[in-house]
């Protein structure tokens, strides 16, 4: 059988002293080999010369509806208290169109940066409504040729001090959503939030994810809460948790328990390192607090860790462009991790791991999987971390979704 196309010449992340090729048929991966035969009929080939090529990265946490916003925004103090209010401020000029307008340009840099999946927070209350949630599953059809979107509502304001939402968010589970988040640290009965969470959990059928723990003060957890509800429901598996930075105020012996803890309850956790160092330890003026939450520690307890975006260029994270790659190198830089297979085990915290986070079946370039394949200009994983390897290309289902040619130096004649 002829392929339709045949990148030539990869190395595939995790096997990376190996040259390959990839034979891609029908948009799914259909050969991989050392040196594939192709006859008359086969497509075009892709020479990759060596590059890395990994399934795409997985954005596990994303808030495309509220992102772009900064020139809407005045912020003096930089806390997260006050990036709330002032996002709930500017949300209710929000427009369907206008949120679809900015989650596009949103979508359009992590094209580019070679995401492929994503799952992205919407906000559903009162004042917003279901336009957030019906803006983004027009962005989630209409860019589902290039990145699948999984649509995860939640209540940012608080559920049960809030009347009316609850409402909303059936609303949005019965008409599109694909699972269900929360937000304790924002409403008045946290606990009474995270139960309500996992019954609606539980009659859609859906995972969770939440915003936890998202301060410095390790004296308390919402984590205990939540992990006891993932088991008694046997949710294991089923459950992420977003920020707790709180995780980064604890001891080793502390933070061992916790990672025992997570791991018993199938509990995964994403952390979000550019929001978090930006929102955490406001009140130092020298020696300021990192406020990450220490993802690698956790991996040795066989926690499921992801490392990811949030939010662009909002009160929250005033910066981004959607490269999961340069988050991967920052948590790198913040948590102090140097040697190769501790740079390589970042490049899993934004590949595999959250694959495993959101239980894609079908996630990695092997036979009869998607032909979901990035390159990066890189020849092995480290370096692709270590160096900010720039993505070449990407293609969704054996279709190219972008292309950049290799930057070239124009030296002087001679
Ligand atoms: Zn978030």
Not at 42 to 63: C, K, N, Y
Not at 86 to 99: H, L, P
Not at 197 to 224: E, G, N, Q, T, V
Not at 306 to 312: D, E, I, P, Q
Request: glycine share 8%.
């Amino acid at each position: 059988m002829p392929f339709d196309l045949v990148l030539r010449s990869g190395r595939i992340a995790g096997r990376d002293h190996e040259l390959v090729d990839i034979g891609v048929r029908d948009g799914r991966v259909a050969a991989i080999g050392p040196r594939l035969e192709t006859g008359p009929d086969s497509g075009r080939d892709i020479a990759l010369d060596g590059r890395l090529v990994i399934p795409g990265f997985v954005e596990t946490h994303i808030h495309l509806d509220k992102s772009c916003i900064s020139d809407r925004c005045t912020c003096r103090t930089g806390t997260l208290q006050e990036a709330i209010e002032s996002v709930a401020a500017a949300k209710r000029a929000f427009t369907e169109d206008d949120i679809y307008a900015r989650g596009r340009r949103t979508l359009e840099k992590a094209i580019v940066q070679g995401t492929t999946r994503m799952r992205t927070h919407v906000e559903v209350d009162p004042r917003i409504g279901l336009k957030g949630f019906h803006a983004v599953r027009r962005l989630k059809r209409d860019f589902a040729w290039a990145v699948e979107i999984e649509i995860c509502v939640f209540p940012q304001e608080g559920l049960l001090n809030d009347p009316g939402c609850d409402e909303l968010l059936v609303e949005a589970c019965e008409n599109g959503a694909d699972l269900i988040g929360g937000c304790p640290y924002t409403d008045s009965d946290p606990h009474g939030q995270i139960a309500r969470i996992f019954d609606l959990a539980k009659r859609y059928d859906f995972d969770i994810d939440f915003h936890l723990d998202f301060d410095l003060d390790p004296s308390w957890m919402h984590l205990d809460e939540v992990c006891r509800q993932a088991e008694r429901r046997g949710w294991g598996g089923r459950v992420a948790i977003g920020h707790v930075t709180k995780l980064s105020a604890l001891d080793h012996a502390a933070l061992e328990t916790v990672g025992r803890k997570l791991a018993h309850a199938g509990v995964a956790l994403t952390v979000l390192p550019s929001t978090d160092l930006f929102l955490m330890g406001r009140g130092a003026v020298h020696s300021v607090p990192r406020g990450v939450a220490p993802a690698h520690r956790l991996l040795d307890h066989g926690v499921i860790c992801s490392l990811a975006t949030n939010n662009v260029l909002n009160p929250f994270t005033p910066f981004g462009d959607c490269s999961l790659l340069r988050m991967a190198n920052l948590y790198a830089n913040v948590a102090q991790l140097g040697q190769p297979d501790q740079i390589q085990a970042c490049l899993e915290m934004v590949t595999s791991h959250p694959a495993k986070l959101m239980n894609l079946a079908d996630y990695g370039i092997a036979v009869g999987n998607p032909a979901d394949i990035v390159a990066l200009d890189c020849t092995d994983s480290a370096s692709a971390v270590a160096e900010l390897a720039q993505p070449l290309l990407a293609m969704k289902r054996g279709r190219m979704s972008f292309s950049r040619p290799k930057a070239s130096i124009n030296w002087p004649a001679v």
